[in-house]
């Protein structure tokens, strides 16, 4: 089992800056591929961002790119994601997750294993 705390959500102007936070316990978080998703209000959950296991390797949702940077420390067992240029649209529940892998060198797209409890990011306009 691998636990999953995210952190780091609030309230932000439209153009603001956050970084989400998540924190992993339970397994060897070096051996997992992580992930950002995020759910809005009526819409079906969606990727943003995946990082491979190394930090090497990393792919984002089009309409994120440029603005959101996924980084992780593995010595700390965290994952980031740190969101700039926030818009209105960006207003969502943002959730990690973990899914095993054994290529250190790919990120995974694809259903994840492990979830948080997800931390709510608003952008007002």
């Known amino acids: 089992q691998v636990q999953l705390v995210e952190s780091g959500g609030g309230l932000v102007q439209a153009g603001g800056s956050l970084r989400l936070s998540c924190a992993a316990s339970?397994?060897?978080?070096?051996?997992?591929?992580m992930g950002w998703f995020r759910q809005a209000p009526g819409k079906e959950r969606e990727f943003v961002a995946a990082?491979?296991?190394?930090?090497?390797?990393?792919y984002y949702e089009d309409s994120v790119k440029g603005r959101f940077i996924i980084s992780r420390d593995n010595a700390n067992s965290a994952v980031y994601l740190q969101m700039n240029s926030l818009k209105p649209d960006d207003t969502a529940v943002y959730y990690c997750?973990?899914?095993?892998?054994?290529?250190?060198?790919?990120?995974?797209?694809?259903?994840?294993?492990?979830w948080g409890q997800g931390t709510q990011v608003t952008v007002s306009s």
């Open positions: 990082i491979s296991r190394s930090g090497g390797s990393t």
């Open positions: 339970g397994r060897t978080f070096s051996n997992y591929a």
């Open positions: 997750a973990a899914r095993r892998v054994y290529n250190s060198d790919s990120y995974y797209i694809g259903e994840y294993t492990y």
